[in-house]
């Protein structure tokens, strides 16, 4: 039995365990997750694709873990998302990746202590309900956007 094929979950807390490998592909079969809590593992692999599909998802914590590469276009599509916890990982790319038009709902969102590069994309200005973007601790470059002045509360660059 895979964990894709529990359809009514809703909350998946597994943090501060020892779990380690990958995160299945297979939980994008939970159409119904909400909340998906993997902080404070020894997980070693990429952020699986798949999870842009869980798009019931309001909270999701992959913090302190050993996670690289980078983050997949996908999680744009988590439109419902209101915290997002990336932080004390080895991941890398550009934020742009997940940078739309239409931007995420997200409020909170930690990218801090992790490899990200390139600039912080001028696409920010769509995220209007961002309050905390951490993003210190990475390898950002050029100018702050002024867009950064129009979020709620923004702080903890």
Known sequence: ???????????????????????PSSMGKLKNLQKLD?????????IPPELGLCTDLIYLALAVNSLSGELPSTLSNLKSMAELGLSDNKLSGELSS???????????????????????????????KLQLPFLYGNGFNGSIPLEIGNLIGPNQL
Do not use: D, Y
């Open 38 to 46: 993997l902080r404070i593992n020894k997980l070693n692999s990429t």
């Open 1 to 23: 039995m895979s964990i894709g094929s529990i359809s009514g979950l809703q909350v998946l807390n597994l943090f501060n365990n020892s779990l380690a490998g990958g995160i």
């Open 98 to 128: 997940i940078s739309s038009p239409t931007g995420p709902g997200w409020s909170h969102c930690n990218f801090k202590t992790n490899r990200f590069c390139g600039v912080i994309p001028q696409e920010i200005r769509h995220m209007t």
